[in-house]
Nanobody
């Protein structure tokens, strides 16, 4: 079992910055992928960015150049630095973890709300 806890959400003005964090605990295997997803009201959950245990990253086109994903394997934490925020970034942001060994079950955090508004 893997437990994920997000933090860092809040209200920010357009053009502002915010940093989200995810703390993982439990059965964290050496080969895994973690990522940030978001779900805006009335929309489907979508990938924001992902990062493997080896540090390979992937970003949605909508956030490239603005967001940066990182992780600290020793601490089992993951962060998302969000710059130049836009109103369309408003959503609940979820931390996701998938072990690439064993049954490969997907785990989700409960989410943290990011609101970009003036």
């Amino acid at each position: 079992q893997v437990q994920l806890v997000e933090s860092g959400g809040g209200l920010v003005q357009p053009g502002g910055s915010l940093r989200l964090s995810c703390a993982a605990s439990g059965r964290i295997l050496s080969l895994n992928v973690m990522g940030w997803y978001r779900q805006a009201p009335g929309k489907q959950r979508e990938l924001v960015a992902s990062i493997t245990s080896g540090g390979v990253t992937n970003y949605a086109d909508s956030v490239k150049g603005r967001f940066t994903i990182s992780r600290d394997n020793a601490k089992n934490t993951m962060s998302l630095q969000m710059n130049s925020l836009k109103p369309e970034d408003t959503a609940v942001y979820y931390c996701k973890h998938v072990n690439l060994m064993g049954d490969g079950r997907t785990y989700w955090g409960k989410g943290t709300l990011v609101t970009v508004s003036s």
